[in-house]
């Protein structure tokens, strides 16, 4: 019976660690290296063009956790879901906006796209940030 359960408990474990395996579709960013950036750019042109689109963004924090993004844009809003249960060192939750539209602010060193007019005021909107190489 011992056995059993040792082996339950481990199977268990294993399956709460299981990775994030982003999709062939997924804007995946590990530390500045962005796969998939010309599904993102076709996004922003959509959302300012006016048409229905949705993509999934997969953010890698320091330590190699993902962060999941989905945005769909519905011709009139941005509905951002960040989907953060997966980053051990995170707040573990899963939270909804509502936005109006993308803008992009331009420095020196990157370029900064950014959700505007969301619902929520949350202060941080940034989606992705491309740095200048």
């Not at 959509?46 to 330590?63: F, L, P, S, W």
């Not at 951002?80 to 020196?108: V, Y």
């Amino acid at each position: 019976m011992k056995k059993i359960i040792c082996f339950m408990v481990t199977m268990f474990l294993v399956s709460s660690c299981e990775e994030y395996e982003p999709s062939k579709d997924d804007i995946v960013n590990k530390h500045g290296n962005i796969i998939n950036l010309d599904k993102f750019m076709q996004f922003v042109e959509n959302v300012h063009q006016g048409k229905d689109d949705k993509i999934r963004i997969v953010a890698y924090t320091h330590e190699g956790d993902p962060i999941i993004q989905d945005l769909k844009y519905d011709g009139e809003s941005i509905t951002l879901k960040t989907d953060a249960t997966r980053d051990k060192f995170g707040n573990g939750s899963i939270n909804t906006s509502t936005c109006k539209s993308i803008k992009i602010e331009k420095t020196k060193d990157r370029i900064y796209y950014l959700l505007d007019g969301c619902d929520q005021g949350s202060t941080k909107n940034s989606v992705l940030v491309i740095w200048n190489r």
